[in-house]
């Protein structure tokens, strides 16, 4: 009840303003346990997504979308307990990994939608990175549940970083045809299955976003860019210093030319 409710409540205004075109429905299966992995754009994906599905999905999402204080805070929370998103506590890497791969397991248990973001975190700059093999593989080995394959498409040009208001345009999103990996059952604990079937998941969505495919995880991706970020400023910091200091030497230089100036013209006047 509560989901239908918060479905209509902010899944038909965010049709109404945005317009989200949708490619592939035909391939969520009506009824049954399935698991959506998509690419990770934009925060606004784990709204776009469950609005424009007739069945239920459920995401994994951090705590700290359960607790952010504020209006907007308070209203992301009422959407995804209401949409029946799991918080997770991504405090400790190993025990929040576990406790994502329990709750997908028994979601799909209950023959319903469990929605995965292989990649682990929003895309730092636009591109598609790699699968982590931990969640996403061991899921669908464990529950034998078919993977279909999701793009988000411009999610993330609508609410850019450090953007408060968001822009009004057609996102889009394109549904592959779900992928069998039975083949592989049994295999779980095997990190070379674990690995082909991310990277097989992982070529579909780069075929289905179009998006550019990086060989390294996004959270290596995103540490790169800080350093980088964190470099270029401590440059440009050590930049504007050296113009200062070279400005108060000059600076001195022209006093000490002034005071020998003067220095002459009082040894002239006497």
Known sequence: MLYGTMKVAIGGPLKLAFRPWVEGLENIPAEGAAILASNHLSFSDSFFLPTMLDRKVTFIAKAEYFTTPGVKGRLTAAFFKGVGQLPVDRSGARGAGEAAIKSGIEVLERGELFGIYPEGTRSPDGRLYRGKPGGLARVALATGAPVIPVAMI????????????????????????????????????????????????????MKLSGQEYVDMYATAAKRQIAEAAKAAKEADKAEKEAEKEAERAEK?????QAKEAETAREAESK
């Open 154 to 205: 411009d999610t993330e040009k609508i609410q850019p970083p450090g953007k408060v208001m968001p822009k009004l345009m057609r996102p889009g999103i394109r549904i592959g045809k779900p992928l069998d990996f039975s083949r592989y059952q049994g295999m779980e604990h095997d990190r070379f299955v674990l690995r082909a079937l991310t990277d097989e998941v992982m070529y579909e969505i």
């Open 252 to 256: 001195a230089r022209e006093a000490e």
